[in-house]
């Protein structure tokens, strides 16, 4: 069962553990190709399809959110409660004069730690493990020359991973832009100026491989994270935004989908 047209997918993940069951995601391309009444069809099959399934809460991401997917969204019972803003900025931007060197693997373990106390408010990063970690170094865009380190005294103070996106897809991803991917600087050394000449070394390596465009993801609310890229020429290009329901089940009856065994389906992408 299709929850959407051949060119535009709406994502449905669950049940999983946790305080939220289901995940529905409308990643921003996919957004930028619908207007608002194809909108609320996807979202009408979208949330029948997690009701079938037993409901429960029910996260919604709204990629490049439109001012009017709000009112939609809450036609289906679900509130904002968080945005994620992705930032932009030219390069190349002013030079560096911070001392980094690149990520080498006997550097695990003082990263995560890092990590771990910089993002201990973030509901995802903060719990990278050592497996995380190594996952995403496996991945094709991994390149450690593009992942840098900070170190005072001999101890790590921060780090900047970027990530370079070739392009070509569709917008906004149709342009080669080179991704300040996560910055963390250790709890102990923040406030004293390390955050921007760290984040303009990334910027420094993400052009020296070709970008002339950088681009971040930042919360709305992080308000140190913003005042440093202000600063550095990042301004607002998109907002994605999550939303929250608590969507009742309903009896599932023989016209609608089930998955194997008749229990809940679990939707990687539906197109
Ligand atoms: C964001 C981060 C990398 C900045 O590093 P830093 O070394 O502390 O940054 P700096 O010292 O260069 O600058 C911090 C700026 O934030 C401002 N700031 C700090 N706390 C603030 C607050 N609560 N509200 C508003 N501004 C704040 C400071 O005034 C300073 O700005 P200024 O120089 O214009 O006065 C660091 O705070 C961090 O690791 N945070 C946790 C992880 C994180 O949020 N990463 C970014 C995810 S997108």
Redesign the pocket.
Known sequence: MGVASAAVAIEISGPNDGEVAWTIELPAADRLTLDTGELQDRLAAAVATVRAAGGSTCRLWIGHVEPSDDALAAEFGFTAYRDLWQLRAPLPAAPSDLAVRPFEPGDTDAVLAVNRR??GWHPEQGAMTADDLRARQAEPWYDAAGFLLHELEGRLA?FCWTKVHPGGGPPPGDIPVGEIYV???DPA????????P?TLAGLAHLHSRGPTVAM????SD????N??YR?LGFRHHHTNRAYVAALSGRARDHTEPAGANGGPRRIERAD
């Open positions: 910089a993002f921060g910055i963390a600087v050394c923040q406030g004293r100026g390390i955050g921007g760290l971040l993801y930042v919360e992080n308000a140190a994270a005042a440093v600063r």
